[in-house]
């Protein structure tokens, strides 16, 4: 019998040879920071909605947005407003169109 994958372990659902989020979690060593990452992305997108995205895409595409959702997240965290885009702001030279605005609101 086949041990269940840290994610599905915090979600406390089935897991599966097909598990979607087990190859999701491999590039992720320690097993306690798999379940945080976990965790982390369920409180932010809800388990439902964490599980559509994830298993809205073919396989081969589940670990890169898994790390995409992480990278938003907590970007969110630390921005609110401007999230993940907010690494951009810091950019020395003016950044095309929307630069004008998001920049100075940024550094006010
Ligand atoms: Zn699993």
Redesign the pocket.
Known sequence: MRM??N??RVLRKG?SEN?S??PCLRWIKNPESQANAIVFLVNFFGRAGLMNLINGRPDHLRPAIFRSLLYKACWRIVNPIYGSVMPLSYRSEPCSTWESDAGQATFK
């Open positions: 269940s994958c994610g599905c897991c598990c989020i087990r």
